[in-house]
């Protein structure tokens, strides 16, 4: 808290830090490392957990983290330190489980520590990803009923039986619908957002909006672009993601941060 920092950035991970084979470019991190050289505070932003960030990622040098879709904020250095964690109730989050199951919406469950599924109600699509998970050693719960089963927000599938309307309807009270490219979806917990994860840390660090740049590409990523006036999109980005950029740059692989990063004087 005693550093004064010039500029904060916010930066999504897939599909803006890395392309879809998991590829963190060396222009990017070479980005990260110069801007904070001059002065720069640097954030993932993600919709991911905290335990779903692989060290390669956090390897590049980063000050902190907003995970969740803004539910867990925490500072990273020599000590971590979180700065907010927004926690469902472990009734809520069973009653949700049983929910997905009815509705025949197929979950990945996200906690901060571990991530969840629901053997009784798994997508094929989710397959790869809890095969990711276990041959990389993360912790990983597969039924509902285990004491630790709990989440601070989840995604998943839904198909033609599934009844997302009613589903939305169920979650209204406290949670927030996402509808993603293809038949994917994201929620987040009712009043958080990677928004408000932005909002917070420029108080926290007390940096006006102007000195703020996000980096984002999906839909999921709307509200923060819409936020900060300084908001970079790929040019492979969603289409309301690039309707909502003050700057399209280039892909990731072909050194859009680094390049947007120099645009701005950044580094």
């Avoid at 991970?13 to 980005?31: C, H, M, W, Y």
């Avoid at 009734?91 to 997905?100: G, H, M, P, Q, S």
């Avoid at 571990?114 to 719960?141: H, L, M, P, W």
């Avoid at 004491?147 to 997302?164: E, M, N, R």
Wanted: include cysteine.
């Amino acid at each position: 808290m005693d550093k004064k920092y010039n500029n904060a950035l916010f930066f999504d991970i897939d599909g803006t830090l890395v392309n879809e084979e998991k590829i963190f470019p060396q222009s990017a991190r070479d980005a990260i490392r110069l801007t904070r050289e001059k002065g720069s505070i640097v954030f993932i932003n993600t919709g991911r957990v905290k335990c779903n960030i692989e060290p390669s990622i956090l390897e590049a040098g980063f000050d902190g983290l907003i995970c969740g879709c803004g539910s867990n904020i925490v500072l990273l250095g020599d000590e971590e330190k979180e700065l907010l964690h927004k926690r469902v109730s472990k009734e809520r989050c069973y009653e949700i489980a049983l929910k997905c199951r009815e509705f025949g919406m197929r979950s990945l469950y996200e906690y901060k520590d571990y991530t969840c599924i629901d053997k009784e109600n798994i997508s094929s699509q989710a397959d790869r990803i809890v095969g990711y998970f276990k041959s990389n050693g993360y912790r990983f719960i597969d039924d509902i009923d285990d004491p630790d089963f709990l989440f601070d927000k989840f995604a998943g599938w839904y198909y033609d039986d599934s009844d997302v309307e009613g589903f939305k309807e169920f979650i209204s009270e406290d949670f927030t619908y996402i509808d993603r490219e293809g038949n994917f979806f994201e929620v987040e917990p009712k009043g958080f957002s990677k928004a408000t994860g932005i909002k917070f840390i420029l108080d926290y660090f007390n940096i006006p909006l102007h000195n703020a740049y996000v980096f984002g590409d999906g839909n999921n990523d709307l509200e923060m672009l819409r936020l900060v006036p300084n908001s970079i999109v790929p040019k492979g980005g969603s289409e309301l993601a690039l309707e909502a950029a003050s700057y399209v740059t280039d892909d990731v692989m072909e050194d859009g941060i680094y390049k947007a990063m120099k645009h701005f004087g950044l580094i």
